[in-house]
């Protein structure tokens, strides 16, 4: 089934923009739900957004609010999440994880994870 691998992650200003890559090595995202959640110091792992096997999007619109976007790229096998007009509350290490039925931003529903990617969002 292989492993997750996150990448893109990095430091910008605020207001940047940041694009997340989420890979599976050695398979196939194909036919799995394929979310985005981050966690910050001290807090709790939050969802932010999911993709599912027919390309219909979830956000939790109390972070996003039209800010990302999370698309499929068929010709690199990776889901990627945009993300623009970053604020310094975004700064925290994001994880894809992919589950199978519905598509979910909730952590237990999942239990298959990437390593993470760092984002820093500051001037």
């Known amino acids: 089934q292989g492993q997750l691998v996150e990448s893109g992650g990095g430091l910008v200003q605020p207001g940047g923009s940041l694009k997340l890559s989420c890979a599976v090595s050695?398979?196939?995202?194909?036919?799995?739900?394929i979310a985005w959640f981050r966690q910050a110091p001290g807090k709790e792992r939050e969802g932010v957004s999911c993709?599912?096997?027919?390309?219909?999007?979830?956000y939790n619109e109390n972070i996003v609010k039209g800010r990302f976007t999370i698309a499929r790229d068929n010709a690199k096998n990776t889901v990627d999440l945009q993300m623009d007009y970053l604020k310094p509350e975004d700064t925290a290490v994001y994880y894809c994880?992919?589950?199978?039925?519905?598509?979910?931003?909730?952590?237990?529903?999942?239990?298959?994870w990437g390593q993470g990617t760092q984002v820093t969002v500051s001037s």
């Open positions: 993709l599912s096997t027919t390309d219909a999007m979830l």
């Open positions: 994880a992919r589950r199978l039925g519905i598509c979910a931003i909730s952590a237990p529903m999942f239990d298959s």
């Open positions: 050695g398979g196939t995202l194909d036919g799995y739900n």
